[in-house]
């Protein structure tokens, strides 16, 4: 008796396991299914280049990378030439080194608005792109926070290849295609997402 008891418990319990797994498997699938997914993404924000008009030599620099700007802060002096910003925003990029010769049209700074943060995800045309349309939802995780899920929507779906012209060889494998897909989120609720964090983000279908 105790034999068949025993017996009949190792097949209940194979049974719930199989069960159990088949469970997990349909919401994994469901999940997969209702979902386009990508790793290739990164937040960013437009950026805007300062450049010098005339050129000369780099004499003071008034800024640091990192610095959030006010909109007319002074940058840097090339002889008599003032750089300075016109919107304000965040610092990215200088090109110090005060006492160098700077050629005409040579961008010193490089400054983004944090309010214009967006998660640039890449879809290839074969994997969703065609689910994926303005207003979406979508949730998305960042390197440097691990599995914490950020939210946001589709504001916008590039209508060309980024690409560019398509190219031609002599494989018989067509060249897959990438088109950007830009998520807005709440600046003010995710302060901590920061310019050229590389993401992973799903869009719900």
């Known amino acids: 008796m105790k034999k ?15 069960i159990a797994a088949g469970v997990g498997g349909y919401f994994i699938l469901k999940n997969i299914n209702s979902t386009v997914y990508t790793d290739q993404a990164q937040i960013s924000a437009p950026s805007v280049n300062l ?32 750089i300075k910003t016109q919107n304000g925003g965040e610092l990215v990029k200088l090109n110090g080194g005060v006492g160098r010769n700077v050629m005409p049209g040579e961008t010193i700074a490089t400054v983004i608005n944090q309010g214009d943060l967006q998660v640039v995800a890449q879809i290839p045309e074969d994997k969703g792109l065609a689910y994926i349309h303005v207003g979406q939802n979508a ?16 504001a916008e779906v590039s209508p060309t290849a980024n690409t560019g012209a398509l190219t031609f060889n002599i494989s018989d ?32 279908k």
Do not use: H
């Open 173 to 204: 494998k067509r060249t897959e295609q990438n088109f950007d897909c830009y998520i807005n989120f709440d600046q003010n609720q995710y302060p901590e997402l920061k310019n050229g964090m590389s993401a992973k983000i799903w869009i719900i």
């Open 51 to 82: 450049t010098s008009k005339g050129g000369g030599v780099l004499q003071d620099v008034f800024a640091s990378e990192g610095d959030i700007l006010q909109p007319n802060s002074l940058i840097a002096r090339i002889n008599n030439e003032i």
């Open 139 to 154: 949730y998305f995780t960042v390197d440097s926070y691990g599995s914490q899920k950020f939210y946001g929507y589709v």
């Open 4 to 18: 068949i008891f025993g017996n009949k418990a190792i097949v209940s319990l194979i049974i719930i396991l199989i």
